[in-house]
């Protein structure tokens, strides 16, 4: 009664789970063998959670749990991975930007828009190569309300929305590492800069339309996160050779 079998299974999962599904984020740093423990208790939810209000969003093993998987792959025992996860969704109103009205011709008669920003992943990991890896995936999305009046007359009030994903990836080298131009450039649609240096800092952003499935946002995200890596030697780690 009253769903006690599933919150008493919610009370079973890992913490950070458990805030997934009740509070809708976390962030912590943790070791990468203690995220384990988190990606298997992620994995019990859609056999034992059935009720609405306490399914993941979607993005859960979507995206957070495939880029887990892929970044404590490539990490030493000791290497921390700290994730600020965020599925609470862009209408919090700390995430939306001021109202300004819009030019409009007829039969619009008057138009608001703003901008919500809504930074919904955020991974930094250290890498085994002696890099640092960081990544962030954020939702711009464009909010219009408009007054319309049809030929009758009658006014209608209406609303649309549109959503473009960001990605940026930055990538801190080893001290002195190797660097190397790649042989080609990247498409057009990632913009690569890159900051030489002691420990060089290769940065990748990306931008494309919105929002994406699950396995094409993972894509996009390993798209622009190959770039940083193109810049050292195939075959080598970051770290140079005496």
């Known amino acids: 009664m009253f769903w006690r079998k599933q919150k008493a299974a919610i009370e079973r999962f890992h913490p950070l789970h458990r805030a997934l599904t009740l509070e809708r984020a976390f962030s912590v740093s943790l070791r990468r063998d203690d995220w384990e423990p988190v990606i298997q208790s992620l994995a019990r939810h859609t056999a034992e959670v059935r009720r609405g209000k306490w399914q993941l969003n979607r993005r859960v093993p979507g995206v957070l749990v495939p880029m887990l998987r892929i970044l404590v792959a490539d990490m030493p025992p000791h290497g921390t991975l700290s994730v600020a996860a965020d599925m609470r969704g862009h209408r919090l109103p700390e995430k939306n930007g001021p109202q300004h009205d819009v030019p409009v011709r007829p039969p619009i008669t008057s138009m608001k828009q703003w901008y919500a920003m809504d930074p919904w992943l955020r991974m930094r990991a250290e890498l085994r190569d002696g890099s640092v890896l960081e990544l962030s995936v954020t939702d711009r999305v464009r909010h219009r309300k408009y007054r319309k009046r049809n030929p009758r007359g009658k006014i209608k009030y209406k609303s649309k929305s549109k959503t473009v994903q960001l990605v ?18 990247p498409p057009q649609w990632v913009r690569v800069r890159v900051k030489p240096g002691k420990r060089t800092v290769i940065r990748a952003n990306g931008k494309f339309p919105g929002p994406l499935e699950d396995q094409a946002m993972i894509d996009q995200i390993l798209h622009v996160s190959t770039e940083p890596f193109r810049w050292t030697p195939p075959g080598r780690t970051a770290r140079r050779t005496p």
């Open 168 to 185: 940026q990836v930055t990538r801190r080298l080893a001290k002195d590492a190797a660097v190397q131009r790649p042989g080609s450039p």
